[in-house]
């Protein structure tokens, strides 16, 4: 089991930054891939962005890419994610996940364990 708590949600102006962070408790992150997520109202939820295991492969959905980043710190249990110039459409609840198998790290079904989720809103 993994437990998975998502902190730095809140409110953000548009073209400001947040950071979001997952800490994982249970068995050993580093053995790991892990993903963000993130669902708005009355939309899925969608893939947002991915770092394996070690930290090497990385990432992201074209709607993000150049503006958000990724990381893990494997010595701290805890996992990232920058939003540097976040717009309102970035709004949503942000959900981390973790994986152990494999098959596509963009499909919510493959992953194993998530957390609550963190409320993300940006105001324009």
Do not use: H
Not at 19 to 31: D, P, V
Not at 47 to 62: P, R
Not at 83 to 110: H, I, L, Q, W
Request: with cysteine.
């Amino acid at each position: 089991q993994v437990q998975l708590v998502e902190s730095g949600g809140g409110l953000v102006q548009a073209g400001g930054s947040l950071r979001l962070s997952c800490e994982a408790s249970g068995r050993t992150f580093s053995s790991y891939g892990m993903g963000w997520f993130r669902q708005a109202p009355g939309k899925e939820r969608e893939f947002v962005a991915y770092v394996s295991a070690s930290g090497v492969g990385i990432s992201y959905a074209d709607s993000v890419k150049g503006r958000f980043t990724i990381s893990r710190d494997n010595t701290k249990n805890t996992g990232y994610l920058q939003m540097n110039s976040p717009k309102p459409e970035d709004t949503a609840v942000y959900y981390c996940a973790v994986r152990y198998s494999g098959g596509g790290y963009f499909r919510a079904d493959n992953y194993d364990y998530w957390g609550r989720g963190t409320q993300v809103t940006v105001s324009s």
